[in-house]
């Protein structure tokens, strides 16, 4: 399978990271994001590094391990759908 492959086929797997193999041959990945205090704290990295495609896609399904699960929608929890209006008003 060819670099440009391996390097397409990763980055969709992990949407939330950049993927490219520098000059030297090394494949990198950065998130697209800053981490929380506690992300870092819980081992989580901005920049993972590996000798080639098979150790960086590793590195980022680790990486994935270490933050908590989605917190569900977007929307902040106080978010409530507006009653039905009334008909008789």
Do not use: Y
């Given at each position: ?37 506690e992300e870092r704290d819980a081992g989580s990295a901005m920049t993972v590094d590996a000798d080639d495609s098979k150790g960086l896609r ?32």
């Open positions: 399978m060819s670099f440009d492959r391996h390097l397409a086929e990763i980055a969709r797997e992990f949407p939330d990271w950049t993927i490219w193999r520098s000059d030297a041959g090394r494949w990198w990945a950065t998130r697209h994001r800053l981490l929380t205090e590793e590195q980022l399904l680790e990486q994935r391990e270490l933050l908590p699960p989605a917190q569900g929608p977007s929307e902040p929890p106080e978010w409530r759908e507006p009653p039905p209006a009334d008909p008789e008003t």
